[in-house]
């Protein structure tokens, strides 16, 4: 590279601050070396400015993760009350009950570990209607009843519908809606099922709704034993029944499974509504 000088001089004014009178007087004059200039300075700002914005980025997510951290400690902190302890809640131990474990309900009665099933009961019943307002299917209900028909309510998803009577087949629910029909009730027939339900209860629950069940399926078919099991379950012992499945009972035992024709069905199907609103 080609050296570069510098010229340097100084002139001298008179005492009065003038040039005009004297002439000026040059004072030595020197040449002194430049400094060289280097065309790659702007590199290495720009070099220098990279590093500079790097550290900024990499302070700025390092102090965002700490504070993050903070945070999150203080969160866990206060959920967990800050001892580092799992909630009460979380310690307990749920221990299996074994199959034929009993528990005591607040009766002091012995109660099935497994609960008792109820039986899911079917059969072929005359609806005359659904509705959805309950007052005016009771009303309709009771128009009915003075006509000779007795029936139920049975609430369902759709509405009130009003049983007329329950039977063991599509035939015998036809013939018998035939009367109606004369008298320009309108009905018709459709088969109705219950499903199996389990609740808690005692042992003697379960025997009792067992013997229910037999009892009331014997009754819609006209079982010849029909009569002894009636009078068995007239003298069962309910001291052991839970309250519930108590109240069934007796209430059950006023209602008379032997009766004949639609009295009959009629019965049965009041009956069988008491014992699915058992698993309610």
């Known amino acids: 590279m080609e050296e570069k000088k510098k010229l340097t001089y100084k002139l001298e004014h008179n005492q009065y601050g003038t ?10 004059a020197g040449l002194s070396d430049l400094e060289p200039f280097h065309y790659n300075s702007s590199s290495s700002n720009k070099k220098t400015l990279n590093h500079t914005f790097i550290k900024r980025i990499a302070f700025t997510a390092a102090a965002a993760i700490l504070v993050s951290l903070g945070i999150g400690y203080i969160f866990m902190s206060i959920l967990g009350d800050g001892s580092g302890e799992a909630p009460l809640n979380d310690q307990i131990t749920n221990f299996p009950v074994e199959a034929n474990q009993s528990t005591t309900n607040e009766e002091g009665a012995d109660t099935n570990g497994e609960g008792v099933e109820l039986i899911g009961l079917t ?33 369902t998803e759709e509405g009130y519908r009003l049983f007329l009577g329950v039977y063991s087949s599509n035939e015998g629910a036809k013939d018998a809606s035939a009367a109606m029909v004369e008298q320009e009730i309108d009905v018709f027939v459709r088969d109705w099922q219950t499903l199996n339900q389990t609740i808690p209860g005692t042992s003697a629950d379960q025997q009792l709704l067992q013997a229910f069940t037999e009892l009331w399926r014997a009754a819609l078919s006209d079982d010849a034993q029909l009569e002894q099991g009636w009078q068995e379950w007239q003298e069962f012992d309910d001291s052991q029944l839970t309250s519930a499945v108590q109240s069934f009972y007796q209430t059950s035992s006023q ?16 009956l069988w509504q008491s014992y699915t609103e058992l698993g309610k």
């Open 255 to 270: 209602i008379e499974m032997t009766a004949s024709g639609q009295q009959r069905a009629a019965n049965l199907l009041q």
């Open 123 to 155: 059969g072929f019943v005359i609806q005359a209607g659904v509705f959805q307002d309950f007052s005016q299917a009771e009303s309709y209900q009771q128009e009915l009843a003075s006509l000779g028909h007795d029936g139920v309510l049975w609430s």
């Open 19 to 28: 040039v005009h009178d004297e002439p000026l007087k040059e004072e030595a």
